[in-house]
């Protein structure tokens, strides 16, 4: 099992590009979660889908964009992108969103700057 | 609304030594709380996690966290830790009513020899 995989690893956009980050998990998982991670912020969380077919705002979704592609895949798109939005983005999946015995499971990370 | 404060930005330690993560919390309602590890360049593992039952909590790679309702604690400890537990360390927590996972800021351990 590859667990939560995130394409690209790395991306440099200019002010004003559009991107879309990928994100795919092999667990039958059937929550999934959009996170960014800013210095001395910790993670805050920016987009999830309880379930496939749901999407549903966090707590930063301002300039961003997501599609629940089916159970397995979650993007994520900066539709505009400004240097506010430099950041490591995580994607993440659980079980069932909201369950007691709920864990989400991380993946490596997309680094984006944007210049 | 929920909240997590990690006191400490960095901890350095010296290997074989004992270290205590501290991590607070905020909320009015029951919670469940979890600790994550995040190796450099990498995502993040979870170390551990208190749903219910006892307050004492065994994680991976010999970590344990205490909870503690009435000092709204849940601190991460090790007895000796080695230079490969360098990494950023997170206390998140999410109640059971309100189903967000909130993350504290983060701790950085600094295992040196």
């Known amino acids: 099992n590859a667990g939560v995989t995130q394409t690209p690893k790395f991306q440099v956009l200019k002010t004003g590009q559009s991107m879309t980050l990928q994100c795919a998990q092999d667990?039958?998982?059937?929550?999934m979660y959009w996170y960014r991670q800013d210095p001395g912020m910790g993670l805050r969380l920016i987009y999830y889908?309880?379930?496939?077919?749901?999407?549903d705002k966090g707590e930063v979704p301002n300039g961003y964009n997501v599609s629940r592609l089916n159970k397995r895949e979650f993007s994520l798109r900066l539709e505009s992108a400004a240097p506010s939005q430099t950041s490591v983005y995580f994607c993440?999946?659980?079980?069932?969103?909201?369950?007691?015995?709920?864990?989400?499971?991380f993946g490596p990370g997309t680094r984006l700057l944007v210049l | 609304a929920q909240s997590v404060t990690q006191l400490d930005s960095q901890v350095p330690v010296f290997e074989e030594a004992p270290v205590e993560l501290r991590c607070n919390y905020s909320?009015?309602?029951?919670?469940?709380l979890f600790w994550y590890v995040q190796y450099p360049n990498q995502g993040l593992q979870l170390l551990l996690k208190?749903?219910?039952?006892?307050?004492l909590v065994k994680g991976i790679n010999g970590f344990e966290a205490e909870f503690n309702k009435s000092q709204t604690s849940f601190h991460l400890r090790k007895p000796s830790v080695h230079i490969s537990d360098t990494a950023e360390y997170f206390c998140?927590?999410?109640?059971?009513?309100?189903?967000?996972?909130?993350f504290g800021t983060g701790t950085r351990l600094l295992v040196s020899p």
């Open positions: 909320s009015s309602v029951s919670v469940y």
């Open positions: 998140a927590v999410r109640n059971t009513g309100f189903q967000k996972l909130v």
């Open positions: 993440a999946s659980s079980e069932v969103h909201g369950t007691v015995q709920e864990t989400q499971y």
């Open positions: 208190y749903l219910s039952g006892s307050t």
């Open positions: 667990m039958n998982h059937n929550s």
């Open positions: 889908s309880a379930s496939e077919g749901t999407t």
